[in-house]
């Protein structure tokens, strides 16, 4: 009888992480672009559990032009409204990109909805606000999310 218990467990709990996602991919979707800086943003896919409130992306911010560039506030622009950058480190902001130079920033947010209620609908643009030639400039770049692809690196 403990035996039959036991496999009947076993299968329902594995048939329940089959039939269910448990967790979604968040990618970047569309290129970045800068306005006057040659800057690139490279967002990594992420693979938060459905029902995580929280989205912290590994972002890297590459400085293409001949100046340096200060980057002064990061924000993520959804559906639901736009979430600000609290980073985990204190006197993170701002920071300075040599020319030629990758930085990877410090981000967190802390979402009203779950992930998959955030990203899985429709994009979210994650936002970089700097400063290049004394002028103040915005680099976007697209994330959303989808099912988790288990053949994806």
Not at 62 to 76: A, C, K, R, Y
């Amino acid at each position: 009888m403990k035996r039959t218990a036991g496999t009947l467990y076993f299968i329902t709990v594995m048939f329940l992480l089959v039939a269910c996602d448990p967790a979604v991919a968040i990618r970047q979707i569309r290129a970045s672009n800068g306005t006057s800086a040659r800057i690139t943003i490279d967002v990594k896919t992420q693979h938060p559990l459905v029902g995580e409130r929280i989205y912290v992306p590994q972002v890297t911010v590459t400085n293409g032009s001949d100046m340096p560039i200060t980057i002064t506030s990061v924000e993520l622009a959804a559906k639901q409204g736009t979430y600000a950058n609290k980073p985990r480190q204190p006197g993170s902001y701002p920071t300075t990109v040599p020319p030629g130079k990758g930085e990877t920033l410090d981000i967190w947010f802390d979402l009203t909805d779950d992930v998959r209620e955030t990203f899985f609908r429709q994009p979210a643009e994650l936002r970089v606000h700097y400063k290049s030639r004394g002028r103040d400039e915005t680099a976007r770049v697209s994330v959303m999310g989808g099912h988790l692809d288990t053949n994806a690196p």
